[in-house]
T-cell receptor, first 111, second 115 residues
Framework: RKEVEQDPGPFNVPEGATVAFNCTYS??????FFWYRQDCRKEPKLLMS???SGNEDGRFTAQLNRASQYISLLIRDSKLSDSATYLC????????????FGSGTRLLVRP | DAGVTQSPTHLIKTRGQQVTLRCSPK?????VSWYQQALGQGPQFIFQ???????QRGNFPDRFSGHQFPNYSSELNVNALLLGDSALYLC??????????????FGNGTRLTVT
């Protein structure tokens, strides 16, 4: 099993829709998680940090399910500007300062 | 407050050549990580430097080496370039935190093309 697995998508949704992405991880020792957003040909930018069971920031909610070893990102009221690739990042086990990225989930929000 | 800066932004090299990429971390950050991102893939971890030493390493050959300087800036060196080394090389900085892992802040990247 890969360390981090994400559905590559693309998820094609209309403006205003609610969309959710899941990310499964194999290392149960992970304590903190991050979601990054990456626009085409740009660098990843931090979207959310999750240090406990979840975090909410405006239209974005991230949740952690330790028992099933996945984290999710929920986007409510999708905007055209939300179109991007979303990268899930749990840290790597004993090497807790090394962050391993998933391949990303691509989101397309259409008018 | 300057963020992470990388140079150069673009580079074209020939197979077999050597390349050096440079990175200055965000102010207040002491750890530098390097990632390689091929088109359509997530960033792949190359290695991480802290206190001028390589602390973690991903699954990359010895052709990939690096250095961190006392001012926390870093270099990534790739020898004997292969066509497959063509990618976006991302530098990310962070601050060591004993409690939680601090998130990475990325530079704009260096796009390397090997012909």
């Amino acid at each position: 099993r890969k360390e981090v697995e994400q559905d590559p998508g693309p998820f094609n949704v209309p403006e205003g829709a609610t969309v959710a992405f899941n990310c499964t991880y194999s290392n149960s020792a992970s304590q903190s998680f991050f979601w990054y957003r990456q626009d085409c040909r740009k660098e990843p930018k931090l979207l959310m940090s999750v240090y406990s069971s979840g975090n909410e920031d405006g239209r974005f909610t991230a949740q952690l399910n330790r028992a099933s070893q996945y984290i999710s990102l929920l986007i409510r009221d999708s905007k055209l500007s939300d179109s991007a690739t979303y990268l899930c990042v749990p840290p790597d086990g004993d090497s807790s300062y090394k962050l391993i990225f998933g391949s990303g989930t691509r989101l397309l929000v259409r008018p | 407050d300057a963020g992470v800066t990388q140079s150069p932004t673009h580079l074209i090299k020939t197979r077999g050549q050597q390349v050096t990429l440079r990175c200055s971390p965000k102010s207040g950050h002491d750890t530098v990580s390097w990632y390689q991102q091929a088109l359509g893939q997530g960033p792949q971890f190359i290695f991480q430097y802290y206190e001028e030493e390589e602390r973690q390493r991903g699954n990359f050959p010895d052709r990939f080496s690096g250095h961190q300087f006392p001012n926390y800036s870093s270099e990534l060196n790739v020898n004997a370039l292969l066509l497959g080394d063509s990618a976006l090389y991302l530098c990310a900085s962070s601050r060591r935190d004993s409690t939680y892992n601090s998130p990475l802040h990325f530079g704009n990247g260096t796009r390397l093309t090997v012909t």
